[in-house]
């Protein structure tokens, strides 16, 4: 069956640490992997993207996400965690070739002062 | 720049009452989605076109219809609305090709079922 699974539904870190937000996935068509972030009250905005042309993928805000085919992760990471990163992220894969994709069930970001 | 627009942003309703949620996007993107975000669930797909006059079912689609009559608009009927449909909705929507591109959301209906 064709899953992902966030393994964290909260994260704390203080500010100026590095981030580690984990993505397992199961699917047969996955050409693409994505990461999506939502602040309060505002709709998803890309992150980031994985289209198999590199491994390691940069996004904005410096985030950055390495595929593991062997592993099956898609794991985001920033080495330092700003205030303006607090917000959910959604690890989502795709399950077939039209809209039917997979919205991790999120991981909610708090950052410590 | 208006991207995808969602009215209303807010919405309280009562049990049996009907509604339509709009949605419209102004990319020219074939592909349009709605889905439904709860707490600790993620976003769930409702339905979903991949054109114009093309719709289909997502994964919760009971209760709600949508039809695609042009590119641009993709609107969502709540037909008689009942308390498990209390939900943020948000509509996306894609350009062509494969479901590689990214989705453009829309900012989000926040809908309340007394």
């Known amino acids: 069956a064709q899953s992902v699974t966030q393994l964290d539904s909260h994260v704390s870190v203080s500010e100026g640490t590095p981030v580690l937000l984990r993505c397992n996935y199961s699917s047969s068509y996955s050409p693409s992997l994505f990461w999506y972030v939502q602040h309060p009250n505002k709709g998803l905005q890309l992150l980031l993207k994985y289209t198999s042309a590199a491994t390691l993928v940069k996004g904005i805000n410096g985030f950055e996400a390495e595929f593991k085919k062997s592993e099956t992760s898609f794991h985001l990471t920033k080495p330092s965690a700003h205030m303006s990163d607090a917000a959910e992220y959604f690890c989502v894969v795709p399950m077939n070739r039209d809209d039917k994709i997979i919205f991790g069930k999120g991981t909610r970001l708090h950052i410590l002062p | 720049n208006a991207g995808v627009t969602q009215t209303p942003k807010f919405q309280v309703l009562k049990t049996g009452q009907s509604m339509t949620l709009q949605c419209a996007q102004d990319?020219?993107?074939?592909?349009m989605s709605w889905y439904r975000q709860d707490p600790g669930m993620g976003l769930r797909l409702i339905h979903y076109s991949v054109g114009a006059g093309i719709t289909d079912q997502g994964e919760v689609p009971n209760g709600y219809n949508v039809s695609r009559s042009t590119t641009e608009d993709f609107p969502l009927r709540l037909l008689s609305a009942a308390p498990s449909q209390t939900s943020v909705y948000f509509c996306a929507s894609r350009g062509g090709g494969n479901a590689g591109q990214p989705q453009h959301f829309g900012d989000g209906t926040r809908l309340s079922i007394l």
């Open positions: 990319m020219n993107h074939e592909y």
